[in-house]
């Protein structure tokens, strides 16, 4: 059973926008915070944002800052990344997860889900 399920990924030029939704199921419902990791190829993963579930508190890597929003929709149980200006770096492998505490810790975070290709052309 997929606890997480990640969509929206493909194919975007330089400078233009994608976003991602993460829908998940009734059994993440107690998790405290959702948040989006990237891994690109031959490099670790790595934070992106997160947002804790309860209050909206928002956190972002200092990489998307200003470019990347990270939602939430309480009734739909999904978050979003909706991503702007994007740039070829940022091309990667996006990743959704839930935790019970913490927030840019990858080793924080229990459920994840299977990812979604982003690939941004110059």
């Known amino acids: 059973q997929d606890l997480l399920v990640e969509s929206g990924g493909g194919l975007v030029q330089a400078g233009g926008s994608l976003r991602l939704p993460c829908a998940a199921s009734?059994?993440?419902?107690?998790?405290?915070?959702r948040g989006w990791f990237r891994q690109a190829p031959g490099k670790e993963r790595e934070f992106v944002a997160a947002i804790t579930w309860s209050d909206g508190s928002t956190y972002y890597s200092d990489y998307v800052r200003g470019r990347f929003t990270i939602s939430r929709d309480i009734a739909k149980n999904t978050v979003y990344l909706q991503m702007n200006v994007l740039k070829p770096e940022d091309t990667a492998v996006y990743f959704c997860?839930?935790?019970?505490?913490?927030?840019?810790?990858?080793?924080?975070?229990?459920?994840w889900g299977q990812g979604t290709q982003v690939t941004v052309s110059s």
């Open positions: 997860a839930a935790a019970t505490s913490g927030a840019r810790m990858a080793a924080d975070y229990r459920y």
């Open positions: 009734k059994h993440i419902l107690g998790s405290y915070v």
